[in-house]
């Protein structure tokens, strides 16, 4: 399946079979710390990876094969076909009809041009076009200003700042969770709005 935007394309076909890009991606410094800033940057082993692949592996084609549910994630390619992310979801609850999505570029190169968020819109939009959901959260920290924006632009208003796992990043930002809501009867409303 393939979804196309003016600058990017969602797409869930095989793109890294060794998964040589996704390696690189997780041994990138910079963007481990935004998605996990209370943690020292570790690098990961060949031999880890793949034994961590070979599990999410098993897990995405579950996840796929269940029809009850859209579509759990899609790779992110430019319009010019490189691939450059993903978006996906987590915590799928089917008795709440509510899911968190995620969205991750791991690549400084591509940060900032508008990438993420027509990537995440439209996930977004697939995901309630796709399934009876009531609503589509998302969470990061309040430091990570670059995704804020995304789910702000993307259609989320609603959010709630909590506890981090610590107080401080490890490059002593003060870190606060940030967990964004956004509801079907909003995201009709936006889509109206156009």
């Not at 790779?75 to 008795?95: E, L």
């Not at 200003?145 to 490890?170: D, N, W």
Request: charge should be negative; hydrophobic fraction near 30%.
């Amino acid at each position: 399946m393939e979804i196309k935007g003016q600058l990017i394309m969602l797409s869930d076909d095989p793109h890294d079979p060794e998964g040589d890009t996704f390696f690189r991606w997780l041994n990138l410094e910079e963007w481990k710390y935004y998605d996990e800033p209370d943690k020292a940057f570790q690098p990961i082993s060949r031999e880890e990876f793949d034994k961590i692949a070979k599990k999410n592996e098993e897990g995405h084609k579950k996840n796929k094969e269940d029809r009850s549910r859209p579509i759990p994630g899609f790779h992110i390619d430019t319009v010019d076909g490189q691939h450059i992310g993903w978006v996906s979801t987590y915590k799928w609850d089917p008795d709440g009809k509510s899911v968190f999505a995620g969205i991750s570029i791991p690549e400084e190169e591509h940060w900032g041009k508008g990438y993420g968020t027509e990537a995440f819109t439209l996930f977004l939009n697939y995901l309630f076009d796709s399934s009876d959901l009531v609503e589509i959260r998302t969470a990061t920290w309040t430091g990570n200003e670059r995704m804020v924006r995304c789910a702000q632009k993307s259609g989320f208003t609603t959010y709630q700042l909590m506890p981090h796992r610590s107080k401080t990043s490890i490059r002593g930002e003060p870190l606060e969770r940030i967990e964004f809501t956004l509801t079907r009867q909003e995201w009709v409303k936006n889509r109206e709005r156009g």
